[in-house]
């Protein structure tokens, strides 16, 4: 039996951790304090696979792995989708709440709640929703958004579950690791790319995609972090990167970039 380390953002019951037990239930998770731990733990090969969360059905993008996609060495191999549902959560008894803590991203998520129910209340970001939980359980006058299995774990009391903004919160995180998937003909496939500075210059590079006849699911712009207002391109597209019609498509591409950097092909989430 081979045995697997899988590293993840801690800690154990955040939703990081979730999305690590569903896509590696026999696997040896490794808890990090940080999506850019994750990616060093499988560039140094301490793990075999990281799961990181990718992008949210209602806040978007999470920018921190994107730029850590762009610059570190590794492959996506996989994703997964896992509903996200927040709890807020407190010391039991607690009287008055003057701070709520959690992930940026999950207080974005709960935004028009908060407003409502708890106006006067600061908000503090968090490294994850389980490190907030964790901190709140030493807190007499404040409370946490996380989920509900974070509860019991940290001896917080659930004072209100559901609070997300929209119900269809779905959080989409992928496997990264240093080697590609296998290819299948129902792959899809991630990149960047970075345009040549010239009029028309995007639209040379998509040309080639619609000339294939590749669908084209997701497309946005990043900082390159090399100079100010310098940019590269996140897209997202059906395909493996070893059919014909994509790697003419790719090949295209590059008469037009001075960057193409294949981030993988690897299973839609479900399939």
Same mark, same amino acid.
């Given at each position: ?6 590293? $993840?953002? *801690? ?8 999305? @690590? ?120 006058? @404040? ?18 579950? *559901? ?30 790319? @970075?345009?040549?500075?010239k009029p028309g210059g995007l639209f040379d ?27 590269? $391109? ?14 003419? @498509? ?7 970039? =001075?960057?193409?950097? =294949?981030? *993988?092909?690897?299973?839609?989430? *479900?399939?």
């Amino acid at each position: 039996m081979i045995f697997l380390k899988v590293s $993840f953002l *801690g800690p154990a019951t955040s939703f990081s951790h979730n999305a @690590a037990l569903k896509a590696f239930p026999e696997a040896e998770l490794v808890e990090v304090e940080s999506i850019h731990n994750v990616f060093d733990t499988v560039e140094s090969k301490e793990a075999e696979f990281g799961v990181v969360p990718l992008e949210n059905s209602t806040e978007g993008s999470v920018t921190s792995t994107l730029d850590l996609l762009l610059s570190h060495n590794v492959f996506i191999t996989g994703e997964l989708s896992i509903r996200v549902v927040h709890c807020l959560l407190a010391k039991s008894g607690i009287k008055k709440i003057e701070k709520i803590y959690s992930h940026p991203q999950a207080l974005s998520q709960c935004e028009k709640w908060l407003r409502k129910n708890y106006p006067k209340a600061r908000l503090v970001g968090s490294s994850s929703t389980a490190s907030a939980a964790e901190h709140t359980a030493k807190l007499d006058n @404040a409370a946490a958004i996380a989920s509900k299995q974070t509860a019991p774990k940290f001896g917080l009391e659930i004072l209100e579950e *559901g609070i997300q903004d929209l119900d269809f919160n779905e959080t989409r995180f992928v496997v990264i690791g240093l080697k590609h998937a296998e290819p299948a003909s129902n792959n899809k496939t991630t990149m960047f790319f @970075a345009l040549k500075d010239k009029p028309g210059g995007l639209f040379d590079c998509l040309k080639g995609f619609k000339d294939s006849n590749i669908n084209l699911t997701r497309l946005e712009s990043r900082p390159s972090k090399k100079e100010a207002w310098n940019y590269v $391109f996140f897209v997202e597209f059906e395909g493996d990167q070893t059919e014909p019609r994509v790697k003419k @498509a790719i090949e295209e591409l590059k008469k037009y970039t =001075v960057l193409v950097k =294949v981030l *993988g092909s690897y299973p839609k989430a *479900g399939e």
